[in-house]
C-alpha cells in the first residue's frame, strides 16, 4: 500500500534526517512531462535508475577515459571512471547529510556524453561542428537525456527532474557569473576532480608513462608516499603506488569535508537557498588547491601529452574527422533515426550525435566500413 494513502511517514522517509540545506524529494521541481509520484522509490531514485538503464550509460563501458584500449586493460573506462565519481560524491554527500540519492544520480550522469576516445574525440568533434554550435561533452549528455534517448513511450528522453538536468546544465555553463548551486552538484564536482587526478596517476604509472621517481618531484605525492612509507615498511613499487592512490584520495576528501563544514558554519547555511546565495562550499582548502594544481600541471605535461598517448589520440581523431566527413557526403550509411533527426536538425548534427553515441571500437569498425570500404572524401565538408 501507497505510504502516502495511508497518511504515515511519506515514502522517502529516509529523507527526514538530511541536513536543511539538502535539497529534498518533496521539493523537487518536477519533470517536464509531469508524471505521478512512484510508490516508493523518491524522483532522484527514479532518475537513478533510468541513467543505469540508458544505452548512453551502458556504452561507457567501452569509452576511452584518458587511455584507449590499445594501452592495456588496467587503466579506468568512463564507465569504472563515473562509478568511482559515484562512490566518491556519495560518501562526501552522506558526511554532509546531502541527498545521496540526487548525489548518485548526478555522478551516474555526468560523463554520458562522452563520445568515443574521450576529450580527443570532443575535439575532433567540436572541429567538425565548429559551424552549427560546436560539441562538448556536457551539453551532449543533455541532448542524451532530453532527446536522443528512446525508452519510454511517453516521451523522449529520460524526463529526469529539473534537479539533474540543473546539475548537467551547470556541468556545461562555464560562463563565469553561474550562480552557486545545490551542494550536491558541488559534491559532484569535487569528487570528479578528485578521482581523475588520482586515478590518471595510478593508470599512468600503471602503463609505465611516468616512474614513480618523476611522480616524487611533485610534493603532494613525496608528502602521501612517505605519510605511507610511515605506516608500512618495505612496500614494493606496486604496494606504494596504490597505497599512495588511496592516501591521495583519503587526504582531498577529508580536506573537502573539513573546508565544507567550515563554510557551511561560517556562512550559516540553513537552508537550499542560502547555498544558492554563498560561493562555493565543497572545495579545497587554498594548501590542497595549490597541491592540486601542481598535480594536474604534471599531468597535462608529462601523461597527457606523452608520446604513446599523442599517437593514439591524433590517429583517433583523424577517424572521426574522416568518418564525418564521409557520412555529411552519404547519410544513407548512417541508421533511419539519425537521417530523420537530420530533417529536423541538420545533417551536420545528427551526423555528430550518431558519431557521438558510438563506443571507441565501433568506432573503428565503422571507420573501417565507411572510410576504407567506400570512396574516398574531401577531408572537410
Ligand atoms: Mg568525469
Redesign the pocket.
Known amino acids: 500500500m501507497n505510504h502516502w494513502a495511508t497518511g504515515t511517514a511519506g515514502p522517502w522517509h529516509w529523507e527526514a534526517g538530511l541536513a536543511p540545506y539538502a535539497v529534498r524529494s518533496d521539493a523537487s521541481a518536477g519533470r517536464k512531462h509531469p508524471e505521478p509520484d512512484h510508490p516508493y522509490r523518491s524522483p532522484f531514485q527514479r532518475d537513478r535508475d533510468r541513467i543505469v538503464h540508458s544505452a548512453a550509460f551502458r556504452r561507457l563501458a567501452y569509452k576511452t577515459q584518458v587511455f584507449t584500449g590499445s594501452l592495456g586493460d588496467y587503466h579506468r573506462t568512463r564507465l569504472t571512471?563515473?562509478l568511482e565519481?559515484a562512490g566518491t560524491a556519495r560518501t562526501l554527500a552522506r558526511a554532509l547529510r546531502l541527498n545521496e540519492d540526487l548525489v548518485e544520480a548526478l555522478a551516474l550522469v555526468?560523463?554520458l556524453g562522452h563520445p568515443p576516445f574521450g576529450h580527443a574525440g570532443e575535439a575532433a568533434l567540436d572541429e567538425c561542428l565548429a559551424n552549427c554550435g560546436g560539441f562538448e561533452h556536457n551539453r551532449q549528455a543533455l541532448r542524451i537525456v532530453e532527446i536522443l534517448e528512446e525508452r519510454y513511450p511517453g516521451f523522449p528522453g529520460l524526463n529526469l527532474t529539473r534537479e539533474v538536468l540543473e546539475g548537467q546544465a551547470y556541468r556545461a555553463d562555464k560562463g563565469p557569473t553561474r550562480p552557486s548551486p545545490a551542494l550536491e552538484i558541488q559534491v559532484v564536482e569535487a569528487a570528479?576532480s578528485v578521482?581523475?587526478d588520482t586515478h590518471d596517476v595510478d593508470d599512468a604509472l600503471q602503463l609505465g608513462l611516468v616512474r614513480l621517481e618523476e611522480l616524487a618531484e611533485l610534493p603532494v605525492w613525496r608528502e602521501a608516499a612517505n605519510y605511507v612509507r610511515k605506516r608500512w615498511h618495505a612496500l614494493d613499487a606496486a604496494q606504494l603506488r596504490r597505497a599512495t592512490v588511496h592516501r591521495l584520495v583519503d587526504w582531498q576528501m577529508s580536506d573537502l569535508l573539513q573546508e565544507a563544514r567550515q563554510r557551511i558554519a561560517r556562512e550559516q547555511i540553513d537552508s537550499v537557498a542560502a547555498v544558492r546565495r554563498c560561493g562555493p562550499i565543497v572545495v579545497p582548502s587554498t594548501a590542497m588547491a595549490e597541491q592540486k594544481r601542481q598535480l594536474e600541471q604534471f599531468l597535462q605535461q608529462r601523461v597527457y601529452r606523452n608520446p604513446r598517448v599523442m599517437t593514439v589520440r591524433r590517429r583517433a581523431q583523424e577517424q572521426l574527422r574522416e568518418m564525418f566527413c564521409a557520412l555529411i557526403h552519404r547519410p544513407d550509411q548512417m541508421p533511419e533515426r539519425f537521417r530523420h533527426l537530420a530533417d529536423c536538425e541538420g545533417l551536420p548534427r545528427a551526423v555528430g550525435d550518431y558519431l557521438a553515441g558510438m563506443t571507441d571500437r565501433f568506432a573503428r569498425r565503422q571507420y573501417a566500413a565507411v572510410c576504407r570500404g567506400g570512396a574516398k572524401y574531401p577531408s572537410r565538408p
Open positions: 571512471h563515473t565519481v555526468h560523463d570528479d578521482s581523475y
